[in-house]
């Protein structure tokens, strides 16, 4: 008696170790809940080569289990690599905030680079994509005010991370 109990024990015991656990088979199981949404956003226009530029955001998912900002840098006839920026927990459901990027102080860009635009989504952990944005850059000679809008304060407080693209110049392009 005391051998057969133990031996239907055991394969209880196995039989659970085996089993997924319950968020897993939510997350994975086919169903791939709601896509991440962009609900607002702001940068501006125009930078002077050597500033850094803000792009503000908020964005919320209904599941809660976004996973990283994608932001791909665009030139007339050309395209720069992807770089993700991956949220922290606090931000997984909801945030404001912003993205930055460190631009060179190469005034060569204000003749070379008329034509950029930054696109922007966000991927949740089910592989769900937000919403596009396109944001225009163009490189200017005087210092531009960043006035953010009053509904993006809250953004400007919230440093959700670097956005790691280099912006070269045409002639550091034909040398690389």
Not at 47 to 56: A, C, K, L, Q
Not at 71 to 79: K, V
Not at 84 to 90: A, M, P, R
Not at 104 to 123: C, G, Q, V, Y
């Amino acid at each position: 008696m005391l051998k057969r109990s133990w031996i239907v024990l055991t394969m209880v015991a196995i039989l659970w170790g085996c089993q997924k656990p319950p968020q897993f088979e939510q997350e994975h199981s086919g169903e791939k809940g709601q896509p991440p949404v962009i609900e607002d956003y702001y940068a501006v226009k125009s930078v002077r080569p050597g500033e850094t530029w803000n792009i503000y955001l908020r964005a919320n998912d209904v599941d809660g289990d976004m996973k990283y900002i994608a932001a791909t840098l665009h030139e007339a006839g050309a395209g720069y690599d992807t770089a993700e920026t991956f949220l922290k927990g606090e931000n997984r459901a909801e945030f404001a905030g912003y993205l930055f990027l460190e631009t060179p102080a190469d005034m060569t860009l204000l003749e070379d680079m008329d034509n950029l635009s930054m696109k922007i989504f966000i991927r949740d952990w089910a592989g769900n994509k937000s919403n596009t944005i396109d944001l225009p850059l163009t490189f200017v000679e005087h210092e531009i005010r960043d006035s953010i809008p009053g509904n993006l304060q809250d953004a400007a407080k919230n440093r959700l991370g670097a956005i790691d693209i280099d912006v070269l110049s045409s002639q550091e392009r034909k040398d690389r």
